[in-house]
């Protein structure tokens, strides 16, 4: 362990990680599953934040507190889980007042699979813990059916299969993750719906105000922060609702606004740009045109 007064500890290793919680060493040196009742009591060098250098899955039985979604408050003690991508900062654990499963993945072990590029394209990965995937008891049932196939076959002697398995297992779990996802997307439709009004709010007063003109266009991160979540799950609630992505929709509003100008203002084109946040025309010109196979100019002459 890396141990630096002005920045986060530093674990490398999943053996390292073990013993500072307390425990045997890992069965497999780049993959591990812990009950988390099995971990001791928060040691003192977990007593402020640190980095794990690999990816990590957890269920949860309880968070213990009212944590924010949107602009509402929900309860989140029926539990749930979270996923975590590596070179993540995370604060002193409370996991000693839950029970559940951790289970960790080193990068390394995905090397030479197609699942080492495909593990990156999974979102939740960047999702906050108020973003938390909560389960059916059948979902829930699933899962640990997943764990329990992981454990038996860490706790097997390691040989030329053991690998091939473990991928298998873990990009079944990753699938059904999604799969659950989705599922939570539509059972949050009410909550998303309020979410979505206010983006549209968010942006109609961005554009009529005229910050574009001073700050750009909006992005996603700026969109996500004044929602209060993610940006990688902003993306994918709003995917989920309308079949585009968080860039996709500004751009949709973008040339809403910028036909609304065209064809209702005798702004130039290059004014109208600049007032959406664009410092060249140019890259109006062919963004509007992508959009709607018309040039700006086309697009107003036709009005003509």
Request: no cysteine.
């Amino acid at each position: 362990m890396n141990k630096d007064e002005n920045s986060p500890y530093k674990f490398e290793s999943l053996t390292e990680f073990h013993k500072v919680l307390g425990l045997p060493k890992p069965l497999h040196p780049l993959v591990s599953l812990i009950d988390i009742e099995d971990i001791k009591e928060s040691p003192d060098e977990l007593s402020n934040s640190y980095i794990l250098k690999f990816f990590k899955i957890a269920y949860k039985s309880s968070f213990h507190k009212r944590v924010k979604y949107g602009q509402n408050y929900f309860d989140f003690g029926e539990g749930g889980m979270i996923f975590t991508a590596p070179n993540q900062v995370f604060e002193a654990p409370d996991d000693t007042e839950n029970t559940g499963k951790l289970l960790f993945i080193h990068p390394d072990f995905l090397l030479s699979y197609p699942l080492a590029k495909k593990i990156k394209q999974y979102g939740f990965f960047s999702y906050a813990v108020n973003e938390a995937l909560h389960l059916s008891d059948k979902e829930k049932s699933t899962v640990f059916s997943i764990f329990k196939i992981i454990e038996d076959e860490l706790q097997n002697r390691i040989d030329d299969f053991s690998q091939d398995v473990l991928i298998s297992q873990i990009e079944t779990l990753l699938s059904y993750s999604n799969r659950f996802y989705k599922r939570q997307f539509i059972t949050r439709k009410v909550i998303n719906n309020e979410l979505l009004q206010k983006l549209e709010d968010i942006l109609d007063n961005y554009f009529d105000n005229e910050n574009s003109s001073n700050q750009g266009v909006p992005t996603v991160k700026f969109l996500s922060e004044q929602l209060n979540i993610s940006p990688n799950y902003l993306s994918d609630m709003l995917r989920s609702m309308t079949g585009q992505n968080a860039q996709q929709h500004i751009h949709n509003k973008l040339i809403e606004k910028a036909k609304e100008k065209i064809s209702t203002t005798k702004l130039t084109i290059t004014e109208i740009a600049y007032q959406l946040g664009f410092e060249h025309s140019s890259s109006f010109t062919k963004i509007f045109k992508s959009k709607t196979n018309l040039s700006p100019l086309e697009f107003r002459q036709s009005f003509n």
